[in-house]
């Protein structure tokens, strides 16, 4: 500190202060039940007295924080204090939000968790991935699922792998551990995984997946976006690092965008500095996020927040109902294939039932229950063209790409979200032409699968009624 002049040495003093405060606070959430952490976060009636007594978490939109004089100007830009700067790098309100989520994210894990806010989605996988990946020599790979989402496929396929020269090597079924142990070699970078994926809802054992990553020095990162942490927690299975598309279910609302990259303290990997193992969050956040730009908006961070107050609930009936449906479209003659973990049919279903856990349970507490969210997938009889038909029918499932909502929402990926990977993409994620994927809302079940049952009756009545190429007659 002596290099510092004696004006900005009081600035790092009360920095200091001002650090051991949060860490006070989160130390105190820490001990909180799950639903208590998602409605307060740290912001406590400390936070509140210096917001003008605001009881809920207000929202900064201002692009820039003033300083009192150039000292705190010079501590602050070192990073010798906490301050927000610049709403590029940091915000008040978007660190409301990357605490509730560390701590959302890190319950139950004995450790310390840190979390970074993003954009979007995609900005998380991009930031929890691109730091692995500087300086690529020959022979640089990442294996990673091929059942992921499309922008994640092309992110690391396209961006990584036909720009950058970066061997990506798909792994077929998550299920099968020793695909994940084959492709790992001593250029592999990271271990990439998403579970259940999106929109074939496969499933990958996190634990088994994270020994054989950490075996090799190696850091798991999970997509946890369709699980969220009400039902899923990586870090406490293993997983080095989470993303999240906060977009999804975690809102639910549909009005903010945005992600988020989750780490616990001290990943493993010998690549990058050594802050970049001890707290990755935070280091990308100070660091290469600062100059990729992908911050969060305030306003998002803002309706995030709210929208996390009931990610337990949410999720619990959604998956209640998500799981009615999917016996509905089980038992249903012109589907083919259903895919749901809480299916006994499904593949994985037992690595599910291990994983999946609506947190803190029902009943008061006292029972733990599986939980197994709201997204599922159906394949049509009848190909492409009696998917295309089905979905035409809808009148109150939303047809529209996008999932985690609160309204039902269906989309057909191989022409929407899987389109641009082509058909041998496609194939490698088990993206087949007659699947629909349906994201069950919080409306009545009984209501989804009446326009369910209405859109399927189309396929009977045609091949009765209507020529093979007839078009909709009644519109
Ligand atoms: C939507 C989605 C993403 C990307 O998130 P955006 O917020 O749309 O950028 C990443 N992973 C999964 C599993 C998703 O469903």
């Known amino acids: 500190m002596s290099e510092y002049s004696d004006g900005v040495a009081e600035y790092v003093a009360r920095g200091e202060a001002m650090a051991a405060a949060v860490a006070a606070r989160r130390a105190l959430m820490k001990t909180k039940k799950f639903d208590t952490i998602a409605v307060h976060g740290v912001y406590d009636m400390q936070a509140a007295a210096a917001n003008q007594g605001s009881i809920i ?52 894990f004995d450790g310390d968790v840190s979390a970074v806010a993003t954009s979007s989605g995609m900005a998380a996988v991009f930031m929890a991935t691109n730091p692995f990946l500087e300086k690529p020599e020959q022979g640089t790979n990442i294996v990673a699922s091929a059942r992921c989402y499309g922008g994640t496929f092309m992110l690391f396929g396209e961006r990584y792998g036909a720009e950058r020269g970066i061997d990506i090597r798909w792994v077929r079924d998550p299920l099968d551990l020793n695909e994940w142990a084959e492709k790992i070699d001593g250029e ?31 850091p798991l990162i999970v997509d946890s976006t369709v699980a969220t942490p009400a039902l899923t927690r990586p870090l406490n299975l293993g997983a080095d690092i989470v993303v999240h598309s906060t977009t999804k279910s975690m809102t ?102 291990r994983s999946m856990w609506l947190v803190d349970g029902v009943d008061d507490y006292g029972t733990e229950v599986n939980r197994y969210g709201h997204l599922l997938s159906f394949e049509v009889k009848g190909g492409a063209t009696a998917a295309r038909q089905v979905f035409d029918e809808f009148e109150m499932i939303w047809r529209a790409t996008d999932l985690g909502r609160i309204k039902s929402v269906a989309t057909i990926p191989a022409i929407s979200t899987h389109q641009q990977q082509g ?42 009624v209507l020529p093979a190429a007839g078009r909709t007659t009644h519109r």
């Open 57 to 108: 978490e207000p929202g900064y939109l201002s692009s820039a924080e003033h300083f009192e004089n150039s000292d705190h100007m010079e501590a602050a830009l070192a990073y010798l204090m906490p301050a927000w700067v610049y709403s590029r790098i940091a915000n008040p309100t978007v660190h409301y939000l990357e605490e509730t989520l560390a701590l959302l994210e890190g319950y139950g």
């Open 423 to 464: 058909d041998e993409g496609r194939d490698l994620a088990s993206v087949p032409p007659n699947l629909i994927r349906l994201n069950v809302g919080g409306e009545h079940p009984d209501d989804v699968i009446a326009d369910l049952d209405r859109a399927l009756a189309v396929l009977s009545k045609r091949s009765v």
């Open 188 to 218: 592999t970078r990271l271990v990439y995984g998403e579970t259940p994926s999106n929109p074939s809802l496969s499933i990958m054992d996190i634990e088994a997946v994270a020994n054989i990553a950490h075996a090799a020095g190696l």
């Open 252 to 353: 639910s609302s549909g009005f903010a965008i945005g992600g988020a990259v989750v780490a616990r303290h001290g990943i493993t990997t010998d690549i990058g500095p050594e802050e970049m193992r001890d707290n990755f969050a935070m280091y990308v956040k100070l660091l290469p996020f600062r100059d990729h730009g992908p911050g969060i908006s305030p306003f998002n961070a803002l309706m995030t927040i709210n929208d996390l107050r009931t990610l337990r609930h949410r999720m619990d009936f959604v998956s209640t109902s998500s799981m009615k449906v999917a016996q509905y479209l089980e038992s249903h003659d012109m589907v083919d294939r259903v895919a749901y973990p809480g299916l006994e049919s499904m593949p994985g279903h037992e690595v599910a039932n």
